[in-house]
């Protein structure tokens, strides 16, 4: 996989994706776009306030951007490479997850868009965290 594209270029594309991915998540909470098409299409039954997930999507978003940059060197983290390195790994299993989540949502929009996403963040993940 190292040799189909650089670590930097993954880095650049899911910076780009994070950043439209919070964009998303923004509309959402200004409900420019429907709620019943992200959290499984499942936004009303929730447990919690939608204001509230959509805030926390919106800071997981934002955190998954910074352990990007950091891998990729954006960010100076000096003695924390290894955690950085160890948070990729972290961020690559969610990916997995996520996938996995997107495959069983009750949402179709959800499953025909968000999943082969998902699928394109975890690969890009998994090239950066095979990076030393």
Not at 5 to 25: K, V, W
Not at 47 to 70: N, Q
Request: net charge positive; no cysteine; aromatic share 8%.
């Amino acid at each position: 996989m190292r040799k189909l594209f650089r670590a930097r270029t993954a880095a650049n594309i899911l910076l780009g994706i994070y950043g439209l991915l919070g964009i998303f998540h923004l509309l959402v909470l200004v409900r420019l776009i429907p709620a019943d098409i992200v959290w499984g299409g499942r936004m009303g039954n929730a447990p919690a306030d939608p204001i509230t997930l959509e805030i926390v999507a919106l800071a997981v978003t934002a955190i998954f951007g910074v352990i990007t940059a950091a891998k990729a060197g954006y960010i100076k983290v000096g003695k924390l490479k290894k955690a950085v390195n160890i948070l990729v790994w972290l961020v690559f299993g969610y990916a997995l997850l996520n996938i996995a989540g997107n495959l069983a949502s009750g949402s179709p929009v959800e499953k025909a868009v968000f999943t082969p996403v998902s699928v394109a963040v975890a690969v890009l993940l998994l090239r950066l965290a095979l990076e030393e």
